[in-house]
């Protein structure tokens, strides 16, 4: 049995990766960790019908970084390999909006806090995959990108990619089709013309949260290659 780890904030590319490794040669299995939660024996469990791992699978468990998750995230992080995708900040918090436009969006700003205190800091760094940056680099970029997250997920090394994972990696860097895409808003066109006031108007508690946590997550996003304009 194979495990790895997807932890994400809300909005940042979590389908895109998870149908990504769902479709990989290799037959990789991708189970919640809620559903993992609420079953206290682990493996998959034919008699109740609750969720689980099978032994000899490849699985991939994935979690949002809630505070009520993070505990086990740390821990499942230090021991398996990681995949994080990322998104400016603003922009998911934009996609919350846009999703549930009648509640606040500050519990994205805290999933962010959490993933650069207490998964950026493991000495074994999750993999990061910054999925709004690679949608505008050449092919190239992309491929590798995604061949290192089929390597990592699948256990495989650099020279035992079958020549079917090649074709699929591929097709997926040419493709980059985004997954539970939100529709385009006035925030959207907002955060495209780099209109900060506008959106401080609109967002108010959540851009004064993401400005003060800036020093936070902002150094790992820095990192990754991201400019936080705002």
Same mark, same amino acid.
């Given at each position: 049995?194979?495990?790895?780890?997807?932890?994400?904030?809300?909005?940042t590319?979590?389908t895109?990766?998870q149908?990504?490794?769902e479709?990989?040669?290799?037959?990789?299995?991708?189970?919640?960790?809620?559903?993992?939660?609420?079953?206290?024996? =682990?493996?998959? &469990? %034919?008699?109740?019908? *609750?969720?689980?791992? $099978? !032994?000899?699978?490849?699985?991939?468990?994935?979690? @949002?970084?809630?505070?009520?998750?993070?505990?086990?995230?740390?821990?499942?992080?230090a021991?398996?390999?990681?995949?994080?995708?990322?998104?400016?900040?603003?922009?998911?918090v934009?996609?919350?909006?846009?999703?549930?436009?009648?509640?606040d969006?500050?519990?994205?700003?805290?999933?962010?806090?959490?993933?650069? =205190?207490?998964? &950026? %800091?493991?000495?074994? *760094?999750?993999?990061? $995959? !910054?999925?709004?940056?690679?949608?505008?680099?050449? @092919?190239?970029?992309?491929?590798?990108?995604?061949?290192?997250?089929?390597?990592?997920?699948?256990?495989?090394?650099?020279?035992?990619?079958?020549?079917?994972?090649?074709?699929?990696?591929?097709?997926?860097?040419?493709?980059?089709?985004?997954?539970?895409?939100?529709?385009?808003?006035?925030?959207?066109?907002?955060?495209?013309?780099?209109d900060?006031?506008?959106?401080?108007?609109?967002?108010? !508690?959540?851009?004064?949260?993401?400005?003060?946590?800036?020093?936070?997550?902002?150094p790992?996003?820095?990192?990754e290659?991201?400019?936080?304009?705002?």
């Open positions: 049995m194979r495990l790895a780890l997807l932890a994400s904030v809300m909005h590319g979590t895109f990766v149908r990504f490794v479709g990989c040669p290799g037959e990789a299995r991708v189970l919640s960790l809620s559903a993992l939660r609420k079953n206290p024996h =682990t493996l998959r &469990d %034919s008699f109740t019908g *609750r969720e689980g791992l $099978l !032994p000899g699978r490849v699985h991939l468990v994935k979690a @949002h970084a809630h505070l009520r998750y993070i505990e086990q995230l740390r821990a499942w992080a021991l398996v390999p990681t995949v994080v995708p990322l998104r400016d900040p603003l922009l998911s934009i996609s919350r909006k846009a999703r549930t436009p009648g509640e969006a500050l519990d994205t700003v805290e999933q962010w806090i959490r993933l650069a =205190t207490d998964l &950026d %800091s493991l000495p074994r *760094r999750p993999y990061y $995959l !910054p999925v709004d940056l690679l949608s505008h680099r050449p @092919h190239g970029q992309r491929y590798i990108a995604l061949e290192a997250v089929a390597r990592m997920v699948l256990g495989l090394n650099e020279a035992d990619v079958p020549s079917e994972m090649i074709a699929y990696v591929g097709e997926e860097a040419s493709a980059w089709q985004p997954q539970n895409p939100t529709a385009q808003t006035h925030l959207h066109d907002a955060y495209d013309d780099r900060r006031p506008y959106l401080a108007s609109r967002l108010g !508690p959540e851009m004064a949260a993401l400005e003060r946590n800036r020093p936070v997550f902002g790992m996003l820095e990192r290659g991201y400019e936080l304009w705002w």
